[in-house]
């Protein structure tokens, strides 16, 4: 047999591993940190639960629940090891006065999960981008939490 010297991937896998886990997301070039301070709450069956998550520390957030590489743990059955990813992505949106304006805006992306991600009661697709808005709420396969964006100046 010939030698096959045709693209395997291991490299690429390799480059994207922590921990000895290969990670399901690569960052985009557009992957930035925050400059707004994003909070995230967690609600158990109305109750708020724990202390806030704060992510605004890094340019994306992994929730799983393979605790080896998750940021967030999601320990709910139903979801996966790797089940979403937040990210924070420098995009540019047209303002009131017409003009591009370049802004760090949070995204939220289901990274082909059986059980899916919910953004504000609704399935989102996998393997796409969503933006985060204040007071959304996003739930993980069928885990009654519920995760609630807000920010530093976001009323009480």
């Known amino acids: 047999d010939a030698p ?3 693209l395997s991937g291991k490299l ?3 480059t994207n591993t922590v921990k000895g886990v290969t990670l399901l997301h690569h960052e985009p070039p557009e992957a930035a940190k925050p400059t707004q301070r994003w909070r995230m709450y967690c609600f158990k069956n109305g109750e708020p639960m724990d202390t806030p998550l704060y992510i605004h520390r890094q340019s994306c957030y992994l929730f ?3 605790r080896k590489v998750a940021d967030i ?3 709910h059955p139903s979801c996966s090891k790797q089940h979403a990813i937040l990210q ?3 995009t540019e949106k047209e303002g009131e006065d017409g003009m591009m304006h370049a802004r760090v805006r949070p995204y939220i992306m289901d990274l082909g999960t059986t059980n ?3 953004l ?3 399935q989102i697709e996998p393997s ?4 985060l808005l204040e007071k959304d709420m996003l739930k993980f396969g069928n885990s009654s939490r519920e995760y609630i964006m807000l920010h530093e100046n976001s009323g009480a």
């Not at 796409?128 to 933006?131: A, C, S, V």
Request: no cysteine.
């Open 73 to 75: 743990p999601t320990d």
């Open 12 to 14: 690429a896998a390799e």
């Open 64 to 66: 799983g629940r393979e």
């Open 4 to 6: 096959n010297y045709g």
């Open 88 to 90: 924070y992505r420098k």
């Open 116 to 118: 899916g991600t919910w």
């Open 128 to 131: 796409r981008y969503y933006e």
């Open 120 to 122: 504000n009661g609704e």
